[in-house]
Structure formats: C-alpha cells, structure tokens
C-alpha cells in the first residue's frame, strides 16, 4: 500500500473499491517496529481507511505463537519497543533464565546487545524470529529487518529459529481468525 512514505499510486482507491464493495480488508506486515495503530495512522495519511485491529504485524504473530505455549513465556526480547510492548502486554515475562529468545530488529541494536541473546540460545532457549525478511524496502534504499539479526543469532550459535511473519502459516491463521475464517 506504501513505499517508505508514500503511497503506492492507485492503493487508496483500491482499498476503497474493496470497502464499497462491502469486504473487509485486513493488512499484513512483516514489520514489528511499529504497533497497528501507528500503521493504521500512517495509512489514513494516504487516504487509507483501515481500523487498527484490520492490521496484523509479525509481532503480533509471534505474541500468538508464544501464548499459545505458555500464559506466560520467558523471554529475552532483542528487537523494537514495539515488539517488547506487545509481549509483555500479552504476558510474557522478560527472565535473564529465558525459554525463549524473539529477534526483531531496532535500528538502534548494537551487537553487543546481541550477546545476552547468543548466550541464552547457548543455554537452551528457543530462537524465535519475528521474521526472515533482510531487508526492508525503503525511499531511500533497502534498510535492515529481522532476518538479519536473525541470520546471526543463527550463525553465532548454530541453531535455526522458529520464524512466524510472511511467509509462514502463522501469520496468515492469525489472519483468518481475525476474519473470523479459522
């Protein structure tokens, strides 16, 4: 629907013929930087009506996958507040003994923030990523995203993650129970 900050010609007129036809849009984004209301604001700067709940991000993807194994998971979080926001409203609980490890990105990480991460993964924590995209398209060129750090934390410890964002079932389930299809 949008590029960086702009919106993809035709996008709000699209979205609009698929409201007057009386469908229900729901929204996907590998990206868990942002919360869905956040989105939600940005895409009604582009004319785009979508409500916040119609807006699926892969955090949120993994907020189901980790309360589906516990009410409340141990986790160390190495990825955007967003991302923290949403696992610890959910339930989850920030341990330094974690069951858990979730990658996301935060342009702000640096890789020693990644150390606590590899030694827990060490320990026998989970990797869980919030996806496996590299990059993320941007106005001004590609940009990191999740599956970069998820690759080293991959490297670093020889373990493969558990990843729920696009293209993997999870986040499309989730989807379909939002739509109330699942």
């Known amino acids: 629907l949008y590029l960086g900050n702009d919106p993809i010609d035709g996008s709000s007129t699209a979205v609009a013929a698929l ?7 729901v ?7 942002h919360k869905p209301k ?7 700067s582009f004319g785009i009506r979508i409500d916040p709940l119609d807006i699926i991000t892969s955090g949120q993807a993994v907020v ?10 141990k986790v160390h979080i190495a990825g955007s507040d967003a991302l923290r926001q949403m696992l610890l ?18 342009l702000n990480m640096t890789l020693a923030d990644l150390t606590p991460a590899i030694r827990h993964i060490a320990n026998g924590a989970q990797l869980i990523g919030s996806n496996g995209d590299a990059v993320i398209p941007t106005a001004d060129g590609p940009e990191p995203e999740a599956g970069s750090v998820v690759a080293f934390l991959e490297t670093a410890t020889g373990s493969n993650a558990t990843l729920l964002g696009k293209p ?10 939002r739509l109330g299809l699942h």
Do not use: M, W
């Open 168 to 177: 993997k079932p999870d986040i499309y389930e989730l989807a379909l129970e």
């Open 64 to 73: 189901r996958f980790l309360t589906k194994q516990s009410t409340a998971p």
């Open 27 to 33: 929204c996907l984004t590998n990206n868990a930087r």
């Open 38 to 44: 956040e989105y939600a604001a940005k895409l009604a």
């Open 89 to 106: 409203t959910a339930g989850a609980v920030v341990s330094d003994t974690p069951d858990y490890v979730v990658a996301g990105i935060d």
């Open 19 to 25: 409201h007057n036809a009386g469908l229900r849009v």
